[in-house]
């Protein structure tokens, strides 16, 4: 099976996270920012792959630190559990609705890290969850993971239902994307393979 685990410990937050791309039964979220919990567990149960967070942060703050640190180390599992990368889709996309919105994300397991990042939100915080905190976690969980990744949101007014719609795409994207294909043989790249 392709899983991956780590802990991470800093003056700011401590992250113990485990993924199993091969297995989404196990699903279990606790990062003490209420709504990034409900958004990692769509992201995992859209992406079918098992994802245990334990997150601890310095949440008198605000939530920064601890929505970009486990972006961080969720970016590293993901790169570490597909190994050599053999078989694998590479490629994902997916649209998303939520009510009155729409989410596209589209990636590529490239070795290229990049993101595209195309969304406003009229309400700056859900719960104690900063709004612009979506586009952080992408960009440290795209450019941890080595994926090129573009998120959008098409049109919608209400912000947990495009921010969820992002959240469910991404997971609908990448769970393409890592799925092994058996008309794959090897690395599906012309170079013969993927860093």
Known sequence: MRT???K???????????????????VTIETGVGFFDHMLEAFARHGRI?????ADGDLH???HH??????????????????DKKSINRFG??????DESL?????????RPFLVFDAEFSNERLGNFDTELVQEFLQAFAFQSAITLHAKV????????????????????????????????GVNSTKGLIE
């Open 4 to 6: 991956a685990s780590k």
């Open 8 to 26: 991470r410990e800093t003056l700011e937050t401590q992250i113990d996270v485990s993924v199993n791309l091969d297995d989404p039964r196990e």
């Open 93 to 98: 996309s997916a649209y998303v609705p939520m």
């Open 50 to 54: 098992g994802l245990v967070v334990k």
């Open 61 to 63: 703050i605000d939530s």
């Open 154 to 185: 098409l049109y919608g007014h209400n912000t947990h239902h495009k921010i969820e719609a992002i959240f469910k795409a991404l997971g609908r994207a990448l769970g393409e994307a890592i799925r092994i294909n058996p008309d794959i043989k």
């Open 66 to 83: 601890t929505v970009e640190d486990v972006g961080i180390v969720l970016g590293q599992l993901i790169k570490e559990a597909l190994g």
């Open 103 to 111: 989410g596209f994300v589209a990636l590529d397991i490239s070795g």
